[in-house]
């Protein structure tokens, strides 16, 4: 998969948390719509069963009424028209979906109707339902009346019957509801008959809910569908109220990936911390390694001293020469210590463990590292010369770690003039604008261009069986006392700068 360019991706970097919260937030608001959508579906599934259920209900009474007026006829036939009439106007008045009712004789073109007239293209329809009946009840569209329909039933319910009996139907009260939710726009249903929409309004795709009603004797389907609209899935106040959650969730978001990415860096920044320190320790007990004999030679002088002058002590003693015995004690005293010096340095150099801060000389360090490269100094036929700023300002480090620092650059600069004629390192510290630096520069023959923009890499080296660690772990250290180390090419020599703020300045900027 192809990648970015690091510039492409640096500009786009400052705008990946808002496209991820218009993200989260189009998710939030997208979900809830296709939830509510479910929802409302679910619901239309409900409210259409119960309405399946009262109009099945409501269609059954249907076949009772029909049976009482065939009664009715039967007994009374036309002669009692009014008897019908009387009926039929208290089915009617209990019933209001029951619009008309007709009595027609199928022997002559008599009929008994609550309408206010009497009309022969109904009387026909009744009289052609009846003839195909079979002796069910037969259903027909009204086509006078739009949204309704006939149900005929012959009288009495024999091949021998006497007249047509119907009912006219409103389809449109047979589905009342009071439901609140039938008056959403996006919610529609309707009633068919033979395949042909006789109530209702029209439905946009496949209808959700498509049953026969429960009555045997009116198979009419009930079709229900809902298609919610936008505004509807989603309301300005629901869409504010969600994007202000998912906002809120994504700051805790956030919030919780920079506190784990701030856990890991300093995590990360502790392992390498102590890499460092391993590393450092380890160079360290290495380099003393190389320096054992020099080490020797180094402790052999004052050890040499103090047995000549003990030896000499003696003699004095025995003689009773005491004035002059004082002297070679005093002396004998100076060289004890100096050798114990030499040996505190050497365990203080080797001492592992974590590093303690504080304020620190740097014209210490250098002077503790010139002793400890002496004496190989003198056997490889190096100079070391130190020009060191007096009055110098602390820094704040750690001495080791420092000591560390100046050990690698001296050591490197000692190996770099170790092939030329003039063997010469040369260790500065001076003051400049709030700030300690130190350089070591040598009179070797410079650092080859093609490791000039790596020195600091690891494992990159121009001395063969170097590692290529000394200067990486150099950077580290300088860097976690907030300074700076840089090549530089003074005149044709070699030299490493390492500036490091002084500890006030330090204090102040409050690292």
Not at 226 to 248: F, K
Not at 285 to 304: C, F, I, K, R, T
Not at 320 to 335: H, Y
Not at 364 to 372: G, I
């Amino acid at each position: 998969m192809p990648q970015l360019p690091e510039n492409r991706l640096r500009r786009m970097r400052p705008t990946l948390p808002v496209v991820g919260w218009v993200l989260l937030v189009l998710i939030a608001l997208s979900s809830y719509a296709f939830w509510e959508r479910r929802r409302l579906e679910a619901l239309l599934l409900e409210q259409a069963a119960i309405l399946h259920r009262q109009a099945s209900q409501r269609a059954d009474q249907h076949d009772a009424h029909l049976t009482a007026l065939s009664t009715v006829a039967v007994k009374d036939g036309t002669g009692r028209k009014d008897l019908f009439l009387e009926v039929a106007a208290a089915i009617k008045s209990f019933y209001p979906r029951i619009r008309a009712i007709d009595l027609v004789s199928l022997s002559d073109a008599t009929a008994i109707t609550t309408r206010s007239a009497a009309d022969p293209e109904t009387n026909d329809a009744v009289r052609e339902a009846v003839r195909a009946s079979g002796g069910k009840l037969v259903l027909r569209p009204q086509f006078q009346a739009a949204g309704t329909y006939l149900l005929v039933k012959r009288s009495p319910n024999t091949s021998a019957a006497l007249y047509g009996l119907a009912l006219e139907i409103d389809a449109g009260m047979l589905v009342r509801t009071e439901s609140a939710f039938w008056d959403r726009p996006s919610a529609r249903y309707s009633l068919w008959l033979d395949g042909k929409m006789l109530w209702g309004a029209s439905l946009e795709g496949a209808p959700q809910f498509d049953k026969v009603l429960g009555s045997a004797s009116q198979p009419l389907v009930l079709k229900a569908a809902i298609s919610p609209r936008l505004d509807e899935l989603l309301t300005p106040r629901t869409a504010i109220a969600l994007s202000a959650a998912a906002t809120l969730l994504y700051a805790l978001i956030l919030l919780g990936l920079r506190q784990m990415a701030r856990t890991r860096a300093v995590e990360h920044a502790a392992r390498l911390h102590a890499q460092d320190a391993r590393l450092a320790h380890a160079s360290r007990v290495n380099a003393l390694g190389e320096m054992a004999s020099g080490m020797a030679h180094e402790l052999a002088q004052p050890l040499s001293a103090i047995l000549s002058q003990v030896q000499a002590g003696k003699r004095l003693a025995a003689r009773g020469d005491f004035d002059r015995l004082g002297q070679i004690l005093a002396d004998s005293e100076l060289q004890t210590k100096r050798a114990a010096a030499i040996l505190d340095r050497l365990r203080h150099w080797t001492q592992p463990g974590e590093p303690v801060l504080g304020e620190i000389s740097v014209n210490q360090a250098v002077e503790n590292v010139e002793v400890l490269l002496q004496a190989e100094a003198a056997r490889i036929g190096v100079e070391i010369s130190c020009e060191l700023a007096l009055g110098l300002p602390s820094v704040l480090g750690n001495a080791v770690e420092l000591e560390q620092v100046i050990f690698n650059l001296v050591r490197n600069a000692m190996e770099a003039v170790s092939g030329v004629e003039t063997k010469r390192v040369m260790i500065l510290t001076e003051a400049l604008n709030g700030s300690v630096r130190l350089s070591v520069s040598d009179t070797g023959p410079g650092i080859p261009e093609v490791l000039r923009n790596r020195l600091f890499d690891p494992f990159v080296t121009g001395k063969p069986g170097g590692t290529g660690l000394g200067l990486t772990l150099c950077q580290r250290l300088v860097e976690r006392m907030g300074g700076e180390i840089t090549p530089a090419d003074d005149a044709g020599m070699t030299r490493f700068d390492v500036m490091l703020p002084a500890a006030g300045k330090r204090s102040e900027k409050g690292e």
